[in-house]
């Protein structure tokens, strides 16, 4: 896939139109990534009613509001608008988060050779590798909503399995950004429980050490776990 855009310029649909220009800025971008290719028009009135199903597909993969890690998603919006005018007002109906190529860019159209566009709106879904996972996916989009993402997530074979949904996490790995917090406090209380029974064996109190080490913390037990 990033084989397919480098030596391009894409650009970010936020508020500067912020650039990204090298080789560096693409990669970290889009690899290893599932790309979604959009092609659409503002003057195309299916697309019109799709871009709000499309956005918040997007959103409820990409969105941290609704997933602890982004889904390893991109969105690039390739427009056949006939007017520089009507691209710039489209791309206020996508997310934010999305990624298009500027009008005057002619691998636009390069692009809709490649795929074989003709009907409007159409979704070309990538692999990492750049070959196609799903020729249209609009429909599907329309029907299943964010659930077949999962579908392409297996076909994908993505190397990087850390950004899943929700509640794909396992019971064993990271929920929140407090579980660091909480490893290295029962790391400490796991080496206090360790050194109070050493004491013991040497013939030193128990009770003493508690209120020495451990008298700020009443009620706990220093037993330490997961639940």
Request: glycine content about 6%; some cysteine.
């Amino acid at each position: 896939m990033v084989d397919l855009f480098l030596g391009k310029v894409l650009v970010k649909n936020n508020k500067d139109k912020d650039e990204l220009d090298t080789e560096r800025e693409i990669v970290l971008r889009l690899q290893n990534r599932i790309l979604m290719l959009f092609f659409g028009s503002g003057e195309c009135e299916k697309c019109q009613e799709f871009a709000p199903t499309l956005k918040d597909f997007f959103k409820k993969l990409t969105d941290e509001f609704y997933v602890e890690r982004s889904a390893q998603l991109v969105l690039l919006y390739i427009s056949l608008d006939s007017s520089e005018e009507q691209h710039d007002k489209f791309l206020k109906e996508l997310p934010k988060r999305c990624l298009f190529l500027a009008y005057e860019d002619p691998y636009r159209q390069e692009l809709s050779e490649m795929f074989e566009v003709q009907d409007l709106p159409r979704v070309v879904v990538l692999r990492p590798d750049c070959s196609v996972l799903t020729p249209d996916a609009v429909a599907e989009i329309c029907k299943m909503g964010p659930d077949c993402y999962r579908n392409w997530q297996e076909g994908a074979e993505l190397i990087d399995r850390n950004f899943m949904m929700n509640e794909e996490f396992d019971e064993g790995k990271m929920r929140s950004i407090t579980d660091p917090i909480r490893r290295i406090k029962y790391k400490v209380e796991d080496k206090k429980k360790k050194k109070k029974k050493k004491r013991k064996k040497d013939g030193v109190s128990v009770e003493d050490d508690e209120d020495d080490e451990d008298g700020e913390e009443d009620g706990n037990d220093g037993g330490g776990g997961w639940g």
